[in-house]
Each structure stands twice: as structure tokens, then as C-alpha cells.
């Protein structure tokens, strides 16, 4: 155990370093910061994701959808978010254009971990039912329109012996409300806001791919 944290120490160092160089050599001291503060930034999100799902098997601390965004946004959305900021920034456009870039980074990613979130509760592979976190969106979404109280009783009347959570059943009950829905709408939402952030580029088969992508992380059918 201690062998593979020394190991993942040196890899990430080993690929840290090499994206610094590689940042160097770019020339560019304001693309240098941006992917700076975004790694920072992103370990920062990992840092607090792997911290709730050590506890995941246990009763989850009251984490309303704002905090849940705030979060994800660290772990999931702000490395392609300025990525697409510096990338308009070397291309030498202006601020206005650097500022879309970066929403749209930030609003597609938002709709892809979304996209990941929803698809265990609209799947008919009945294996998915394992396959959700207690800090997924639809359950974020679930607990803030139970209440706390109900869903601890939910989640108590979903364990089993030993206290094992018995996901079926605690699936059946986040699909009988309204988490999946609130967050498909969420989905949804940060795609729109996506493609308003692409409207400032001139049609052309770049944009297009771009649309397409959240095309993609925005169908449930």
C-alpha cells in the first residue's frame, strides 16, 4: 500500500513536471498562470471528491446543489475550462472571446458529469443499480426535496445486514421523486448555456463539432 502511494507520488510529479515544461515552452506567461491556478484548482476538487466518497457508505453530510456545483466545478470543469480560455488566448483573441471559451469549458463539462450522474437511474441494465454515488447529482437533488430526515430513513431502510446498502432499493425510492428530473433539467441547462458561449465564433465544421459534443452529453433517449 505504502509502495503504491510513493508510486502514484512520483507519477504525478513525473507528469506534472513535463506539463510545466511543456507550458514553458509555450512563451506565454498569462497561459502559464491560467493552467497554473486550473491544476491547483483541480487537485483541490479531487482532494474533496475522494474525501466524501471515503464516506460514501455512510450517512452523507446535507450537501445542497450549490455546494455540489461548486465542487464539481473544481474537479471536473475548470481544466477544460481554461483550457479553451488559453487556447483563445494563444490564438491572441480578445478577452471577450477568451471569457466564452471558458464558459463554454466549464458549462459542456458540467453537462458531461451530469450526463455520468443521470445515466445509472434511465438505464435499463438492471446491473447499473450499483453503479451511483451517494453524492451523485439526482441524489443531491433528492435529498434537498425530502428533507434530511426522510432521506436518513430512506437510506436505513435501504441497509441490510451489516449495514450494506441494498442500491436497488435505494435507487427505486431517488427514481419515485424528482432528483432525476431536477437534474436531467440541470443537464440540460448547462448545455444551452453552452451553446449561447459558442454563438460569438462564426458557423464553421469547428463550431459545429463543438455543438455537437454537448448534443451528445445532453440526450437521455
Known amino acids: 500500500m505504502q509502495f503504491g502511494n510513493k508510486m502514484a507520488v512520483l507519477?504525478?510529479?513525473?507528469?506534472?513536471?513535463?506539463?510545466?515544461?511543456?507550458?514553458?515552452?509555450?512563451?506565454?506567461?498569462?497561459?502559464?498562470?491560467m493552467m497554473s491556478s486550473a491544476i491547483g484548482e483541480l487537485?483541490?476538487?479531487?482532494?474533496?471528491?475522494?474525501s466524501s466518497l471515503i464516506?460514501?457508505?455512510?450517512?452523507?453530510?446535507?450537501?445542497?446543489?450549490?455546494?455540489?456545483?461548486?465542487?464539481?466545478?473544481?474537479?471536473h470543469c475548470v481544466l477544460l475550462a481554461k483550457s479553451c480560455?488559453?487556447?483563445?488566448?494563444?490564438?491572441?483573441?480578445?478577452?471577450?472571446?477568451?471569457?466564452?471559451?471558458?464558459?463554454?469549458?466549464?458549462?459542456?463539462?458540467?453537462?458531461h458529469k451530469l450526463n455520468v450522474?443521470?445515466?445509472?437511474f434511465i438505464s435499463g441494465n438492471s446491473n447499473d443499480s450499483l453503479a451511483f454515488g451517494l453524492n451523485s447529482a439526482p441524489v443531491v437533488f433528492h435529498q434537498?426535496?425530502?428533507g434530511r430526515e426522510v432521506w436518513i430513513k430512506q437510506i436505513k431502510e435501504a441497509q441490510g445486514k451489516g449495514d450494506l446498502i441494498d442500491y436497488s432499493k435505494l435507487q427505486d425510492a431517488i427514481k419515485a421523486g424528482k432528483g432525476?428530473?431536477?437534474?436531467?433539467?440541470?443537464?440540460?441547462c448547462h448545455g444551452?448555456?453552452?451553446?449561447?458561449?459558442?454563438?460569438?465564433?462564426?458557423?464553421?465544421?469547428?463550431?459545429?463539432a463543438l455543438e455537437n459534443i454537448v448534443y451528445a452529453v445532453t440526450r437521455f433517449s
Not at 448555456?193 to 459545429?208: H, Q, T, Y
Open 11 to 33: 507519477s504525478g510529479d513525473f507528469l506534472l513536471a513535463n506539463a510545466c515544461t511543456s507550458l514553458a515552452q509555450l512563451q506565454n506567461t498569462k497561459v502559464v498562470e
Open 192 to 208: 444551452n448555456s453552452a451553446l449561447e458561449a459558442l454563438e460569438c465564433f462564426p458557423p464553421s465544421e469547428a463550431r459545429s
Open 55 to 75: 464516506k460514501e457508505n455512510v450517512l452523507t453530510d446535507d450537501i445542497r446543489i450549490s455546494a455540489w456545483k461548486e465542487q464539481v466545478f473544481l474537479s
Open 43 to 50: 487537485a483541490q476538487g479531487i482532494y474533496y471528491e475522494n
Open 85 to 111: 480560455q488559453a487556447a483563445m488566448e494563444l490564438a491572441k483573441h480578445t478577452a471577450g472571446i477568451q471569457n466564452m471559451a471558458f464558459k463554454y469549458g466549464k458549462h459542456v463539462s458540467m453537462s
Open 144 to 146: 434537498e426535496f425530502v
Open 117 to 120: 450522474d443521470i445515466l445509472p
Open 180 to 188: 432525476v428530473t431536477s437534474a436531467i433539467d440541470l443537464c440540460r
